[in-house]
């Protein structure tokens, strides 16, 4: 006899959860440290150099607080598979995400010119932004299944996200902090889009 298969909605409660704390974690941290790192410019200074020095353990609480709350998002959306074969893609690529994410934070090396071990931070930044355009264009079509306005807003993000964040690289250091932050908010978008999602979809009842 086949297994009896049924969305568990406590699960998804939690799961909603940990990706809403996850981004408010990140957010939270950043601005404490914003105020404990001393002479830290928040429009120059990048959220890495908050990841790095005495306090580095403010900014790194935050990170794997996303990191598992990108990974929790992965988690739901494979319980709750709303797709077909790009949906599954765009779970696998949350999972990417999330530890690339927990790896920035766990390396502590930001590609500063160290020479102690070899510097992967440029690559693991450029690894994160290809994973946050795919995310949003793999789970387009299935979010359309709950509602159309998901499918638009998880779009509208991507196409957002693959304009702005090459522009990081070539702009001048004086303002990459404040647009790192920018970029930080773009990829919040998506992951509470997804949350709603699947919140939205407790309130409807449906199971199975």
């Known amino acids: 006899m086949p297994a009896r298969i049924a969305e568990q909605p406590n699960l998804i409660r939690f799961l909603v959860f940990l990706a809403v704390f996850g981004c408010t974690a990140l957010a939270v941290s ?7 790192v001393p002479d830290h410019d928040w429009i120059a200074d990048t959220i890495s150099d908050l990841g790095a020095g005495r306090y580095e353990f403010i900014v790194d609480m935050g990170l794997y ?5 990108l990974i929790g998002l992965a988690v739901l959306a494979a319980h709750v598979h709303l797709g077909a074969w790009d949906w599954s893609v765009g779970i696998i690529t949350l999972v990417i995400f999330g530890l690339l994410v927990f790896l920035i934070g766990a390396r502590n090396e930001y590609g500063d010119n160290d020479s102690d071990g070899w510097v992967i931070h440029v690559y693991l930044v450029y690894a994160l932004g290809v994973a946050m355009a795919v995310a949003c264009f793999a789970m387009a079509r299935g979010a359309a299944r709950a509602s159309p306005r998901y499918r638009r807003i998880l779009i509208g993000t991507g196409f957002v996200w693959v304009v702005s964040a090459p522009v990081f690289f070539f702009l001048p250091t004086d303002v990459d902090g404040i647009y790192e932050r920018y970029l930080g908010v773009v990829s919040f978008v998506m992951i509470l889009t997804l949350a709603h999602l699947f ?4 309130g409807q009842g449906k199971a199975g």
């Open 199 to 202: 919140h939205a979809r407790l």
């Open 65 to 69: 607080a996303f990191s598992a709350g």
């Open 30 to 36: 950043i601005l404490i440290a914003d105020f404990v």
